[in-house]
DNA sequence: CGGCACTTTGAGAGTGTTCAAGGAAGGTGG
DNA sequence: CCACCTTCCTTGAACACTCTCAAAGTGCCG
């Protein structure tokens, strides 16, 4: 992890992501159920952090590591998965400017977290939240709230895994992405296809074959492989179910 | 809901469940995740509840339903789960006698709650426990554990969801349970097929064929469809990856 | 322009699903 | 206590979907 705290580091990050992270940043707590070291908390936090910035594809934590710090993304995604011992990966979550991960209860982290493209994390002491929460009953509210949101989105996620054809868990995932994107119908992923199949319990393959689906029923354009247009977002939700 | 508060109806329920429940009690909050409002908090918990008992396959509440009472289950099981519009079903989480269910940090239940069989729950009031946690920070982070440890349970929901084979999620299954059973080689299924189906996002028939598939290898016994007998706990777990 | 990683496409195999029928278990009434 | 009925579970066969393996196409970067 190479630290940073100069300016210039953020002068690197694209402007696009920029302005993701200002929408972000400004609505704070309510529109990201992730988000809640927000920049009003921030002030307030007597947590020692440091800011850094890591190319694509790079740990940032591993399972089973002890958990000393938390992180908040600023610019970038983070994905956080579990590998098996056959070799697969389980994708757990896609993290967004704005987002909070690598918070624990127990003593070591349980999923490891790795960049998908280059970003820039905050870190925090854990130790210093938790003394936080004591002392303020807002704190531990929202410790509290932060956590039940979490659980949400996994158990949603589970609906996705148990529930769905490889057409529709595409479907949903982004259905899922445009609801977090500024221009809703324009979609630049920054994840793989290995990404999307991980997270969607699929292989690349099959992947593709359901993003060429969605394109011959017109619901979307690939301008490249990475930059989706949603020609009919109704369309796309229908497949939800 | 039928409401009983008389010793009578403790007598309803069977003797081994009675063991399970008088072994989770006991060992309290350090063996079960969901398990917070145990004996010792209880007594201390000045919020208003009443006890009751349901038959099988009773809701105890429903999705979107407002979530003003939270319970823990003292006999039976309980299942939460997810009705999809093309008529499936994902069952979210089977609980245990001691388990906390449908604690909620929103308005509204997320989930909808059924009994498995005859059950027999404690219900409490949120509020209640709102100010209790505003006043106690053991509280308060007794109530954030929880939450955690029910995304972790959540996040291996998806795991085993994701990247695994019929046989290696049955598998997985029945280790699991096998670890909250007091005698750990003999199982007995409250769940039907059905419900063991929709919680590994199969179909009863492959779910049956999976049972067949174990027995074939012995590592497992039937006695009944529901009454089973792990013959080699390591194999099984082997299979678990 | 070439090389490399990522994505797409194709064909065949494997796994799980669907549809259908038979069998076992539990509950009820005679 | 037994017969019946209902529900649940199992088994079989055909099918659909996804995976695997292989190869070709695309875009990006040096």
Redesign the interface.
């Given at each position: 992890m190479q630290m940073e705290n100069t300016a210039a580091a953020l002068a690197i990050a694209d402007q696009s992501a920029e302005a993701i992270v200002r929408r972000h940043i400004a609505v704070g707590i309510e529109i990201q159920n992730l988000c809640f070291v927000n920049e009003r908390y921030q002030r307030s936090l007597p947590v020692a952090m440091s800011t850094f910035t890591l190319s694509g594809d790079k740990e940032i934590y591993g399972k089973g590591e002890e958990a000393v710090l938390f992180f908040k993304l600023v610019l970038g995604m983070v994905r956080t998965c579990?590998f098996?011992?056959?070799g697969?990966?389980?994708i757990?979550a896609f993290y967004l400017p704005g987002n909070v991960f690598g918070l624990?209860?127990?003593a070591e982290h349980?999923?490891t977290a790795e960049t998908v493209c280059r970003s820039r994390v905050i870190s925090y002491r854990r130790r210093d939240l938790e003394v936080l929460?004591?002392n303020s009953?807002r704190f531990?509210?929202v410790?509290?709230?932060f956590?039940?949101?979490?659980?949400?989105r996994?158990?949603e996620?589970?609906?996705l895994?148990?529930?769905r054809s490889a057409v529709e868990k595409l479907a949903t995932f982004l259905t899922d992405l445009a609801a977090y994107s500024p221009k809703s119908e324009m979609l630049s992923l920054e994840m793989s296809r290995r990404d999307i199949a991980?997270y969607?319990?699929l292989t690349i393959e099959t992947v593709s074959r359901a993003f060429g689906h969605l394109v011959d029923k017109s619901l979307i354009d690939l301008s490249t492989a990475r930059q989706i247009r949603l020609k009919d977002p109704e369309g796309l939700r229908l497949l939800t179910?």
């Open positions: 579990t098996l011992k056959n697969r990966r389980q757990d624990e209860v127990g349980n999923l929460a004591t009953e531990s509210a410790a509290f709230s956590a039940m949101q979490s659980l949400a996994a158990q996620h589970a609906v895994l148990g529930c991980d969607l319990g179910s």
